[in-house]
């Protein structure tokens, strides 16, 4: 005779049984999209995940010749240097500086960009302009900073040959530390603002179209239409991107300010990622360089998660 544990054994068995078989079904049925899927996860765990596995030497003193696991360890002593390197808060200092102003200048161009894109109706010529703010995307920024050389060079730079010309004198945009960051800024947003624009006009492609007729009946014109009913209907694309964007906060892009930078604005240009190649790769201090880039990653993480948690309370869907 059965006992009432042995049916609920019974049943919790048929129930996972049956879980398993959707599962699998689920599987076949889109095994196909699987299958597209794979590559992509592919490159992650080839080139993000399995990498992670060399953070374990910024707790070492790592030496190329003993490997991983003959190195020695030393615990925290790297993370404790570095915080008490004179250059941490200036080094700080520079990368935060940087990423906020991209944030509150850079971050808000690509919508604007795109709520005007959507108001146009004239489908070529629509076209010719996403192509044209699409195009600096593609450009390396070796090329983006030798274009902003010949631009504002101060001896031969057209935009100082035109200032010199309606009566200005000429300004020293490449070597004043006052003009760095703004440099960066306005380089970002000009190579990146087209690419930036591919989400959020796919996001308002997906408005209702019904909703918009129903303000024109009330009398609505166009920016009340887009203030009442695009906006909201792509915020919750807004909010994730931008928790995404305050999650690479410590990232500035070597490239670009590397390529830019010069002694006369090395105070104000050397950030995490410059000091990581300067004391890494060209001093050979691996273990205290690796221990640079876990700390910029934990913040980063820290970040993310804050900021999840932060537009969770507020209502919104978040990230995850």
């Known amino acids: 005779m059965l006992t009432q544990s042995d049916l609920k054994l019974n049943s919790g068995s048929k129930a996972k049984k049956s879980r398993m078989d959707t599962v699998w079904k689920g599987l076949a049925r889109d095994k196909v999209l699987y299958l597209l899927m794979l590559p992509g996860l592919l490159f992650f765990l080839i080139f993000k995940y399995v990498p992670m596995w060399g953070v374990i030497i910024s707790f ?14 030393v615990g925290f002593d790297h993370f404790t240097r570095f915080f008490a390197n004179p250059d941490f808060w200036l080094l700080f200092r520079n990368t935060m500086m940087i990423s906020l102003l991209s944030l509150v200048f850079f971050f808000p161009v690509p919508i604007v960009m795109s709520l005007l894109l959507s108001e146009v109706k004239h489908r070529v010529f629509k076209r010719v302009v996403q192509s044209i703010v699409y195009l600096p995307h593609f450009l390396s920024w070796v090329v983006v900073v030798g274009i902003t050389f010949l631009l504002f060079s101060q001896s031969s730079g057209i935009v100082n040959l035109v200032l010199e010309f309606i009566g200005f004198s000429r300004v020293d945009f490449l070597s004043n530390p006052n003009w760095f960051w703004g440099m960066l800024t306005a380089q970002n947003i000009w190579k990146e603002t087209g690419w930036g624009t591919i989400i959020f006009l796919a996001a308002i492609a997906g408005v209702d179209p019904q909703l918009y007729e ?22 919750s694309v807004i909010i994730i991107l931008l ?34 190649y300067r004391v890494g790769i060209q001093g050979g201090q691996l273990s205290y360089s690796t221990a640079v880039g876990l700390f910029k990653s934990f913040i980063g993480l820290v970040l993310v998660i804050g900021a999840n948690r932060l537009a969770k309370r507020f209502g919104e869907e978040g990230v995850y």
Do not use: C
């Open 243 to 276: 928790i995404l964007r305050i999650g690479q906060i410590m990232d500035v892009g070597f490239e670009q300010v590397f390529l830019m930078m010069n002694g006369a604005v090395s105070e104000v240009s050397d950030v995490f990622e410059t000091y990581v």
């Open 214 to 235: 129903a303000a024109k009946i009330d009398g609505a014109n166009r920016l009340r239409q887009t203030w009442h009913i695009t906006l909201p209907a792509i915020r």
């Open 60 to 73: 070492q003193d790592y030496s190329p010749y003993l490997g991983m696991l003959g190195s020695p360890w």
